[in-house]
């Protein structure tokens, strides 16, 4: 997971993917946007998920497996599919602040 912060208390399940180079290797205007997704505190990202370059996944936030995350993922929304998108909130009980 290089170039790619984890906040306290995230969950990274199997075979989860961060990517962290939207050029792959070509141009040299990569060298200064290489960065990899930043995964806010309590953020849960579920088995096989993609995570896009320099992607926020905010604060318990919640990835369902298999999900291609695009864009930013605002905190304590859960997101599936691909392109990842919003298809509820995460449920109150399982919140950090209600463990
Ligand atoms: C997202 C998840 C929590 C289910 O949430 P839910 O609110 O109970 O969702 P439902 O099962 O009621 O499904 C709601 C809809 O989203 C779809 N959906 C659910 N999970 C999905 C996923 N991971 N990818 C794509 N679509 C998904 C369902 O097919 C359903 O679609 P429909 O309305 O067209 O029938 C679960 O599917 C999931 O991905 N869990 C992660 C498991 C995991 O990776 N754990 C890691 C530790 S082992």
Do not use: H, W
């Amino acid at each position: 997971m290089a170039y790619s912060p984890l906040e306290d208390d995230v969950f990274i399940a199997p075979c989860v993917v961060t990517t962290n180079d939207n050029f792959m290797g070509r141009t040299e205007r990569r060298r200064e946007q290489i960065k990899g997704p930043t995964i806010r505190r309590g953020a849960r990202i579920g088995g096989g998920a993609i995570i896009c370059p320099a992607v926020e996944i905010g604060e318990e936030a919640f990835v369902g497996a298999g999900a291609v995350v695009t864009k930013d993922v605002p905190a304590r929304m859960l997101v599936v599919g691909n392109p990842a998108r919003v298809i509820r909130a995460v449920n109150e009980d399982e919140l950090l602040e209600n463990q």
